[in-house]
């Protein structure tokens, strides 16, 4: 008896414990489906439309010309990169193929993110945030989560120029002259440059033979550029580097959407930063950086205690408009870094990360296009959008002391293209009233005045940060029939019951295989990073 009792408490005890976690695993599951459905989401990056922000699966390569390491998109049954037609992004679209031999292209999965889910129930959605939304042209299946940066929001006009955002009330469509600059705050702007040029990677002495660099895109006179990673002048008198655009064009090209570029023409681009850091040898140092671009001097001059931004048309008697402030350097033998921004109708002069004079400049749309065209008389409006803008010039002037340049840099800003709708874009029959918008050979949203992005009172825009090869709301079209039935029948536009939430953070970045069956999986933890 008494072990039968022992044994009918043991099974008691058992049958309670089994009890007790059965419901504590119904209590955790219950908990954690409330918070994936209502507090944060993870999900996949499947493509690269929001490259480098976010990368879908892709290849990262190693180049062995310059050391550098770079990712291109892969498509979903891609296994391989062809390395030949892989031209390194330090060198230039020119050099396809070199210094590739040995190169790496181990295939990365794409980002893993957390999506906050309860924001936007209690703050609006704001410009720049990256947000994850339901496709409103493909809302089931695979497609059916997308990911962009909202530019436009409710009961605004959007018009892109030469790759930046304007928006303007959207109650009188038909006005030109009630646009508006859109600026990226600072923590966004320094998230979204693209490097162009950097001298610490630059082809070695061990290069191969079988093809010749042309040297860094910076020469001068009285300088050392040429097989050196840091810069070299030794002389106090004036002297001069300037950006050669026959080396490598300041442009949207980028690494990314290689070798897929078959007729694809680059825009060049004219909001740019050019960074450094700086050692004089001697007090005194005066140093002055100009970009002329959209017929326009802009200049960044540092001298005698003053950091000075100004800007002033092309002529034989500019008339400046300029902004200044004291500064205060390092002393000799000393480096501070320096950053030239030109970006978004703005200049912005940073000395070691903060800004010491700054300078807005508030064109109109169609006053933009026709300084990037130089076609101030031009009437047709398809002309001055089909015109190629021209290339920024840069030159850098010094004296006052010998120099040294370290870490010299030059980064471009997200350029949004103007594009025209084709056959590939219409997926789903507009709804009565739309036909014409979704047409055909037409502009894409928002990229034409006769065609602006007219928002309505929970519409936004959304865009890819790779707008070379972003399906965005430029070009979606007509949205799917339950979606126009039963949220919106406006095409190119995100409702805002589609909204799903604002990314926050990369916690698992870009996944690689560590072995070849690719059944073991490793994340690049040096990319966990807060998306901005």
Known sequence: MPNESKHSQSSQNHEHTVLETFKSLIMAFVLAMTFRGFVAEGFVIPTGSMAPTLMGQHALIHSDATGSSFPIGMDPNQQSVDLPGVADPMLGPEFRGKGMANASDRKHMGDRILVIKTLYPFFSPRRFDVVVFKNPTEPVGASANYIKRLIGLPNEKIWLVD??????????????DDYRIQRKPEHVQRAVWQSIAHSDFLPDSTRPVDWRYNGPPWVGSRW?????????????DPTTLRWRNDIRAIDDWTAYNQPRHAGWRPHNVSDIRIRAGIIPDREGLKTTLQIRTRMHDYQFIIADGKATVRMARVSAT???????QSVSLPGAGKVFNIEFWHVDQSMALYIDGKRVAYLEYDWLPEERLRYATNLLEEDDMDELLDFQPDLPEITWFFEGSPVSLHRVALDRDLHYRTVRMDHSNQRNNPAEGYEELVRFGSWGFGTHPDKPAVLGPDHFLMLGDNSARSLDGRLWGSPAQIVAEQIDPMPFVVNRKLLMGKAWVVYFPSMHALSDNGRAFIPDFGRMRFIR
């Open 224 to 236: 050392e550029t040429q097989g050196r990673r840091f810069y070299r002048s030794e002389t106090d």
């Open 318 to 324: 500019p008339r400046w408009t300029e902004q200044s």
């Open 163 to 176: 790759g930046d955002i304007f928006a303007g009330p959207s109650d009188q469509p038909e006005r030109r």
